[in-house]
Structure formats: C-alpha cells, structure tokens
C-alpha cells in the first residue's frame, strides 16, 4: 500500500523539470513456516532535468537521479541503490539529424543486495549487473514532413454542440 507523486514545473524557460516521490508499506506474509514474514516502509525518489544551452533548444544537457530507499522486497529487505545519468543532445541539419552522448549509472550504484532469513539462515543476493556504459547516438530521419499532425477525429459535432 503506498501513494505516488508526481510534478512537473518549467521554473525558467531554459529548464525542464520531473519529479516523483513514492512512499509504501509492503507487508509480505509466507504459508511456508521456515521463510519469516516481514513488513516495512519503502520510498523512492526521481528527478528528471532538461537544461536547454540555447534559445532556440538545440543544444541540450539533461541529469536524471533515482534514489531507492531500504524496503521490503519479497521475502527478503532490500539495500539502499540509486542511478545518476547525464548527458548532451544536439540537433542538426534543420532538426533532422539527432547527436547524443550519455553517461548511464555514473556511479555503478544501481544494483540491488536482497538480505533475508530462511531457515534461520541469513543470506544476502547480491545483483551484480555492469549498468554503467558510455552511448553516443546519431539518428536521421529521411522524407518530407507529413501532415499527421492534423487530422480529424470524427468528432466535429459534438465539438460544435459544446461551444
């Protein structure tokens, strides 16, 4: 049981900003004698940042964070993990051409550790995963510009009715 929030707010217009915060309870319950039953709170925390280098916002530097508090997962509690991005993105070519480079987990934080007691034996899994990677990406898209942007919903009428 637990609640999510999320905001979004442009406080200059040169930066984006996202942002969630979620906080819950897990209680979980085993049939099985020798797994113990366990129960705590969980939070986790996200912000997501555009800072845009230029007024015509083709050049860009973006920071993304998740901070994963201690919680409850499965029969076991988990450590405490969190995840920092950051990057560039340019357009090019009259916004045809797309340019990014990415640091993905700047820190190797990300993975998770699962400690719990079976048996009366405490054990801790550890996630052993490399998530830390440099990317640089080139996309292009070919053709002319469609008309997709418009088009009719069928819904004409009833629009007309409501004014």
């Not at 009719?152 to 629009?159: K, L």
Request: net charge neutral; charged share 20%.
């Amino acid at each position: 049981m637990g609640i999510t929030e999320g905001f979004s707010f442009r406080p200059f217009p040169w930066l984006d900003n996202s942002n969630q915060v979620s906080v819950y309870h897990t209680d979980a319950r085993s049939s099985i004698l020798f797994v113990e039953n366990i129960n705590g709170y969980g939070m986790y925390l996200s912000t997501h940042n555009t800072v845009y280098l230029n007024s015509a916002k083709t050049f860009a530097a973006f920071m993304n964070f998740w901070y994963q508090f201690p919680e409850v997962d499965h029969i076991g509690r988990a450590d405490a993990c969190s995840k920092l991005d950051f990057g560039f993105t340019a357009k090019a070519l009259k916004d045809k051409m797309d340019i990014s480079l990415n640091l993905n987990d700047a820190f190797q934080s990300s993975a998770s550790a699962v400690s719990s007691t079976v048996n009366g034996i405490r054990t801790k899994f550890s996630n052993f995963q490399i998530n830390r990677y440099v990317q640089l990406s080139i996309s292009y898209r070919f053709g002319q510009e469609s008309g997709a942007g418009k088009r009719d919903t069928g819904n004409e009428e009833e629009r007309g009715r409501v004014q």
